[in-house]
């Protein structure tokens, strides 16, 4: 990843908070498809929220290596497993790559980005950065208006990093949303249980 694509940005940290669970710094920092670790939790279901044009907003065009307020095209999904929501991802790319680089983007329909990122020898990633999002950024709201909790006020821890083919930036933001690591923990105190539970004959 060439220089002038800076992922870190605003506020954005190369190292997970270490007040984190261990939970949460585990998945804020896991390499490879998103998607397929979903998919070791329960059946995995995605919907396209919106697809449109925005402008690069100063946190984005640095990471995207391009002038503030450069058009993008974006994409918003929400992830659930077994039908309950759990991550709000947003994805944008300059507008003039998604006409040719990444024009398969504008195709995908819902289908996960995955497909296009990890069985392409000329896509290269950068590093993993993470940070909470308050309730005023655009995957915070998108949380709150699509993933059925219109009340939720906490911040959501996120990730993100930039993947880069023949040198256009794609910028992918994935926020978890509160019950995901709820799961996460019921599911490990349940297997902690089982494993204190002495076995009968």
């Not at 800076?6 to 270490?18: L, S």
């Not at 984190?20 to 998945?27: A, F, I, N, T, Y």
């Not at 790319?93 to 497909?115: E, G, H, I, N, V």
């Not at 993993?128 to 308050?134: E, G, N, P, T, Y």
């Amino acid at each position: 990843m060439t220089s002038r694509f800076d992922v870190a940005g605003h506020r954005w940290q190369r190292n997970p908070a270490p007040a984190l669970s261990r939970h949460q710094k585990d998945w804020l920092t896991r390499g490879g498809s998103l998607t397929r670790h979903l998919k070791t939790l329960g059946h995995v279901t995605l919907d396209v929220l919106a697809e449109r044009v925005v402008p690069a907003d100063p946190d984005q065009h640095a990471c995207l290596g391009v002038p503030p307020r450069t058009p993008l095209w974006a994409r918003d999904v929400l992830q659930s497993i077994d039908g309950v929501p759990m991550v709000v991802a947003h994805s944008v790319t300059p507008l003039r790559f998604s006409r040719s680089t990444w024009q398969a983007m504008r195709r995908l329909k819902t289908r996960p980005l995955a497909d296009l990122l990890y069985f392409d020898r000329a896509v290269s990633r950068s590093i993993l950065v993470s940070r909470a999002l308050a309730p005023a950024h655009l995957l915070h709201r998108a949380a709150r208006q699509q993933g059925h909790d219109p009340h939720l006020r906490a911040r959501l821890w996120a990730r993100r990093s930039v993947f880069l083919r023949h040198g256009a930036p794609l910028l992918v933001t994935e926020a978890f949303l509160p019950r995901f690591w709820r799961r996460l923990a019921q599911a490990d105190g349940e297997a902690t249980q089982a494993l204190s539970t002495p076995q009968t004959a």
